[in-house]
């Protein structure tokens, strides 16, 4: 059995079941104890599965969400990859909406020079973008400090108004099933939005982000196209029969 296969028989047990064995392991997919210890260590360190004694479990920590000083230090490399890859689909004269998150902050420095609008709502995005001069227009509402996400009543009433020709949107997770998710319900409904109001639709995300579920669906994923570094071997093929993958390395 190839190791991508083996992996991913690792993890549909995990959807089934939250909590394998590594002896059942053993037996059911017919390897070597150091075999299925080295693919749960690598499947913990892509954030797939928590390793416990004699086993792995999946933990899922549905409405948890690290705030934007915490997620901005992680996978830096890999989201540098992603926004140059995702600057690189701008036309000038478009007119773009930039979802709050981490990820979309680092692609801000790869619009400089760009004839576009943009269109936001997070208060730190908008501040990054007026210092490079870039003509921009940041929602109203409630300021969610966690994130910097403005969310809120009004903050959905104006965005209803907007029309984008790309939106470059931030998630918590991609699921086969579920689709897009996010941990917030008022974050969501503020995604959604943008997401019907653009003619395309690109979500960032890092490998560690692929059949990852949290709390409130956004969209299923074939309305948006992915943008990531890599795609895991194990969960590339069904992704690609629900949506595009556009992978930076």
């Given at each position: 059995?190839?190791?991508?296969?083996?992996?991913?028989?690792?993890?549909?047990?995990?959807?089934?079941?939250?909590?394998?064995?590594?002896?059942?392991?053993?037996?059911?997919?017919?390897?070597?104890?150091?075999t299925i210890?080295?693919?749960?260590?690598?499947?913990?360190?892509?954030?797939?599965?928590?390793?416990?004694?004699?086993?792995?479990?999946?933990?899922?920590?549905?409405?948890?969400?690290?705030?934007m000083s915490?997620?901005?230090?992680?996978?830096?490399?890999?989201?540098?990859?992603?926004?140059?890859?995702?600057?690189?689909?701008?036309?000038?004269?478009?007119?773009?909406?930039?979802?709050?998150?981490?990820?979309?902050?680092?692609?801000?420095?790869?619009?400089?020079?760009?004839?576009?609008?943009?269109?936001?709502?997070?208060?730190?995005?908008?501040?990054?973008?007026?210092?490079?001069?870039?003509?921009?227009?940041?929602?109203?509402?409630?300021?969610?400090?966690?994130?910097?996400?403005?969310?809120g009543a009004?903050?959905?009433?104006?965005?209803?108004?907007?029309?984008?020709?790309?939106?470059?949107?931030?998630?918590?997770?991609?699921?086969?099933?579920?689709?897009?998710?996010?941990?917030?319900?008022?974050?969501?409904?503020?995604?959604?939005?943008?997401?019907?109001?653009?003619?395309?639709?690109?979500?960032?995300?890092?490998?560690?982000?692929?059949?990852?579920?949290?709390?409130?669906?956004?969209?299923?994923?074939?309305?948006?196209?992915?943008?990531?570094?890599?795609?895991?071997?194990?969960?590339?093929?069904?992704?690609?029969?629900?949506?595009?993958?556009?992978?930076?390395?």
């Amino acid at each position: 059995m190839l190791t991508e296969e083996r992996r991913q028989k690792i993890l549909h047990l995990l959807d089934q079941q939250n909590i394998v064995k590594s002896q059942d392991l053993v037996s059911l997919l017919n390897a070597s104890e150091s075999t299925i210890r080295r693919d749960l260590q690598e499947l913990e360190n892509d954030g797939f599965l928590e390793r416990i004694h004699g086993g792995a479990k999946k933990e899922q920590l549905l409405g948890f969400e690290q705030n934007m000083s915490e997620k901005t230090l992680k996978n830096v490399q890999e989201k540098q990859s992603i926004v140059k890859l995702a600057a690189e689909l701008i036309n000038d004269e478009d007119v773009i909406y930039l979802d709050a998150g981490s990820t979309t902050l680092e692609m801000i420095p790869y619009l400089q020079g760009k004839q576009i609008t943009v269109v936001t709502n997070s208060v730190k995005h908008a501040a990054n973008l007026v210092d490079l001069q870039l003509p921009t227009i940041v929602l109203g509402g409630q300021v969610k400090l966690s994130t910097n996400a403005v969310l809120g009543a009004n903050t959905m009433r104006q965005l209803s108004d907007y029309h984008f020709n790309k939106a470059f949107m931030g998630m918590n997770g991609a699921h086969l099933i579920q689709g897009f998710t996010t941990p917030d319900p008022e974050e969501a409904a503020l995604k959604r939005l943008a997401m019907q109001n653009s003619e395309e639709t690109f979500v960032l995300m890092d490998h560690t982000k692929f059949n990852k579920l949290t709390f409130t669906s956004v969209a299923p994923l074939s309305a948006a196209t992915i943008i990531t570094e890599r795609c895991p071997m194990e969960f590339v093929a069904e992704f690609r029969e629900q949506t595009t993958i556009k992978e930076a390395i």
